[in-house]
T-cell receptor, first 114, second 113 residues
Framework: DTEVTQTPKHLVMGMTNKKSLKCEQHMGHRAMYWYKQKAKKPPELMFVYSYEKLSINESVPSRFSPECPNSSLLNLHLHALQPEDSALYLC?????????????FGEGSWLTVV | KNEVEQSPQNLTAQEGEFITINCSYSVGISALHWLQQHPGGGIVSLFMLSSGKKKHGRLIATINIQEKHSSLHITASHPRDSAVYICAVRFPYSGGGADGLTFGKGTHLIIQP
């Protein structure tokens, strides 16, 4: 199993809503990532979890709140988002956060904030 | 500043043509990834290279560490190869994003039947 599974695939939410994006992998990877990708742009790193601990937060606004409840799951909690937060949110994982490891990406969650 | 440059940005070719996409970077790296992204959004990791050459099916990736350059080749291209191809490198001291990955802007490839 070399899959990173993300749910939901599509999400439309209002600016006052609270929602969550979920990511799951069963490859035994201990590094998991959230990326944000706007149209026609490369992905931008948001968060890195290494061994279930948040190791990197790339100055992401607090309306995005990551959570790693166990080594297989990664959540991104969303609250009071803005329309400019509409984007494709990609989850990825790798054996660990060191170089030399293949990174596996999920299919992404398309988020629209209205 | 550590940078990754890809070329061409857009490429349209006929089915069966040999395709080359190039990636160059500014300083030494510890790893280079070639990624494929279809319009639906998901990214597939094609290759991870630190030296030499790798082949998988009709795809070949090469890297020249001294010249700081990598190429992705597609032989006997097919319309299903149409996608965005992204080069991403890991600079040894996190010169890119926090996990060390700096992404190129991608090459939008269209293969016409």
């Amino acid at each position: 199993d070399t899959e990173v599974t993300q749910t939901p695939k599509h999400l439309v939410m209002g600016m006052t809503n609270k929602k969550s994006l979920k990511c799951e992998q069963h490859m035994g990877h201990r590094a998991m990532y959230w990326y944000k990708q706007k149209a026609k742009k490369p992905p931008e790193l948001m968060f890195v979890y290494s061994y279930e601990k948040l190791s990197i937060n790339e100055s992401v606004p607090s309306r995005f709140s990551p959570e790693c409840p166990n080594s297989s799951l990664l959540n991104l909690h969303l609250h009071a988002l803005q329309p400019e937060d509409s984007a494709l949110y990609l989850c990825a994982s790798s054996v660990d956060s060191l170089s030399g490891n293949t990174i596996y990406f999920g299919e992404g969650s398309w988020l629209t904030v209205v | 500043k550590n940078e990754v440059e890809q070329s061409p940005q857009n490429l349209t070719a006929q089915e069966g043509e040999f395709i080359t996409i190039n990636c160059s970077y500014s300083v030494g790296i510890s790893a280079l990834h070639w990624l494929q992204q279809h319009p639906g959004g998901g990214i597939v990791s094609l290759f991870m290279l630190s030296s030499g050459k790798k082949k998988h099916g009709r795809l070949i990736a090469t890297i020249n560490i001294q010249e700081k350059h990598s190429s992705l080749h597609i032989t006997a291209s097919h319309p299903r190869d149409s996608a965005v191809y992204i080069c991403a490198v890991r600079f040894p001291y996190s010169g890119g994003g926090a996990d060390g990955l700096t992404f190129g802007k991608g090459t939008h490839l269209i293969i016409q039947p």
